[in-house]
């Protein structure tokens, strides 16, 4: 596949590290050349372009995806996300991504993503809402509770998911709320799911410490992003015990090496103009510092390709747990395991989202809900689960964690595509 003028060897497209990755697992799994073929393709991929009549009356015409990569398994099943810089093949990289995710965590879907081309800041609430409801109207072809589930992701939340099932139940003339997940709480959303991606990246987190012979309580923690991910993921380490002595969003990162209050920057600071750079009792430091800090834990929780072939020979923490999606490039995979850094791979450490995704669908289809402890309980348990399944396998099959949860992703789904046949 030939890279695109603003890609490199050392910053492939996140659609070439996809791939990249499938075929290391298609390789160990040895997997027939048709086959291989079916899983690096997306099954579908529509685009839309669809007006919005901003408030100053003018129209503006948006680019929106929908990839639906396999669905062997179920109902596809990932995000919407609404960034200025989506394309198709990013949005069929997440696709697949959410498939293997999927596959590892042993929940019935295949993978999906959609996505929006807009600049989210730009827009006012009335606007926000238009562009979700054309949005959502476009792409109903295509999306629905048994044949494709959304959800939220980057630039997306609970009142965009709301907006969405709205549209849709409009359409089909009655209320569906199992056609997303990640809705507010009282109209079909799950208590625990705002938090799950990042609780279960802490899941992930204790048990690799574990394995590492040392404690999540106790170690230094650096937290790159903090959105849904990276500050709930920041704040359960510090109520774990851990120092959480940086993190950063987009516009920058602070530093202590004596810890940071999380709390406090999540409730005084993280909504302020300037965001938790604001906050004094410390040294700020750019993202890219940030991740070579020195420190046991770094959670990655921001956007794809941060740890790539010229700083992954300076990170210096023990445990990367990948909360963001794609946060490592193959060439850094490379690296940081010939310097035998453990990296939990995003298709297992953050799948606890697209775990409680899965646990609202459950609840609206059969509108019976849980109590959020049931919740809770039940996402750590498949966490641990999933984690100890990739483990042995990583040391069954002497590779990385990365390599080892493909190796069970894949061939799950292979064998779901093998096993139920090709039409006709
Ligand atoms: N957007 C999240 C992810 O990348 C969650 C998807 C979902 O809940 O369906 O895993």
């Known amino acids: 596949m030939a890279a695109s003028a603003t890609h490199t060897a050392e910053k492939p497209s996140v659609l070439e590290m996809a791939r990249q990755q499938l075929a290391v697992a298609a390789n160990y799994l040895d997997l027939d050349e048709g086959l291989h073929s079916v899983l690096a393709t997306p099954k579908r991929q529509l685009i839309v372009n669809f007006p919005v009549v901003m408030d100053n009356g003018h129209v503006e015409v948006f680019e929106g995806y929908r990839v639906q990569h396999n669905l062997s398994r179920g109902p596809t099943k990932g995000g919407i996300r609404y960034h200025p810089e989506v394309d198709l093949d990013e949005t069929t990289a997440l696709a697949m991504w959410m498939t293997w995710k999927c596959a590892v965590a042993d929940i019935p879907y295949g993978g999906a993503k959609g996505s929006v081309k807009v600049d989210i800041k730009r827009l006012s609430k009335r606007e926000l809402e238009k562009l979700t409801r054309r949005f959502a109207s476009e792409i109903s072809v295509i999306v629905g509770p048994s044949t494709d589930i959304p959800a939220p992701d980057m630039g997306t939340n609970a009142q965009v998911m709301a907006w969405f099932m709205d549209t849709y139940s409009m359409q089909m003339g009655s209320t569906a709320t199992?056609?997303?997940?990640?809705?507010?709480?009282?109209?079909?959303?799950?208590?625990?799911?705002?938090?799950?991606?990042?609780?279960?990246?802490?899941?992930?987190?204790?048990?690799?410490?574990?394995?590492?012979?040392?404690?999540?309580?106790?170690?230094?923690?650096?937290?790159?992003?903090?959105?849904?991910?990276?500050?709930?993921?920041?704040?359960?380490?510090?109520?774990?015990?851990?120092?959480?002595?940086?993190?950063?969003?987009?516009?920058?990162?602070?530093?202590?090496?004596?810890?940071?209050?999380?709390?406090?920057?999540?409730?005084?600071?993280?909504?302020?103009?300037?965001?938790?750079?604001?906050?004094?009792?410390c040294e700020p430091i750019s993202n890219s510092e940030l991740l070579e800090v020195d420190c046991d834990v770094l959670?990655?929780?921001?956007?794809?390709?941060?740890?790539?072939?010229?700083?992954?020979?300076?990170?210096?923490?023990?445990?990367?747990?990948?909360?963001?999606?794609?946060?490592?490039?193959?060439?850094?995979?490379?690296?940081?395991?010939?310097?035998?850094?453990?990296?939990?791979?995003?298709?297992?450490?953050?799948?606890?989202?697209?775990?409680?995704?899965?646990?609202?669908?459950?609840?609206?289809?059969?509108?019976?809900?849980?109590?959020?402890?049931?919740?809770?309980?039940?996402?750590?348990?498949?966490?641990?689960?999933?984690?100890?399944?990739?483990?042995?396998?990583?040391?069954?099959?002497?590779?990385?964690?990365?390599?080892?949860?493909y190796i069970i992703g894949v061939k799950r789904v292979a064998d779901a595509t093998v096993t139920r046949g090709i039409f006709p």
């Open 178 to 281: 199992g056609v997303v997940t990640g809705k507010p709480v009282p109209l079909g959303g799950s208590l625990g799911r705002v938090e799950a991606t990042g609780r279960g990246c802490i899941v992930a987190a204790h048990e690799a410490c574990k394995f590492l012979g040392f404690s999540l309580a106790g170690s230094r923690v650096v937290v790159q992003g903090f959105g849904n991910v990276g500050s709930i993921a920041a704040r359960l380490a510090e109520e774990a015990g851990a120092k959480v002595i940086a993190v950063s969003d987009a516009a920058g990162g602070i530093y202590n090496p004596n810890g940071l209050p999380i709390q406090t920057l999540i409730q005084r600071y993280s909504h302020r103009e300037g965001g938790i750079r604001e906050f004094t009792d």
């Open 299 to 405: 959670i990655p929780a921001a956007t794809a390709e941060q740890i790539h072939a010229s700083n992954a020979g300076n990170i210096r923490a023990k445990l990367i747990v990948e909360g963001a999606n794609g946060p490592t490039t193959p060439e850094a995979d490379d690296i940081l395991s010939d310097r035998n850094v453990m990296v939990v791979p995003d298709i297992l450490a953050n799948a606890g989202g697209v775990i409680v995704s899965y646990f609202e669908w459950v609840q609206d289809l059969q509108a019976f809900f849980w109590e959020e402890n049931e919740v809770n309980n039940k996402l750590e348990r498949l966490m641990r689960n999933s984690f100890h399944n990739v483990l042995q396998s990583m040391l069954q099959h002497k590779t990385n964690m990365r390599t080892a949860a």
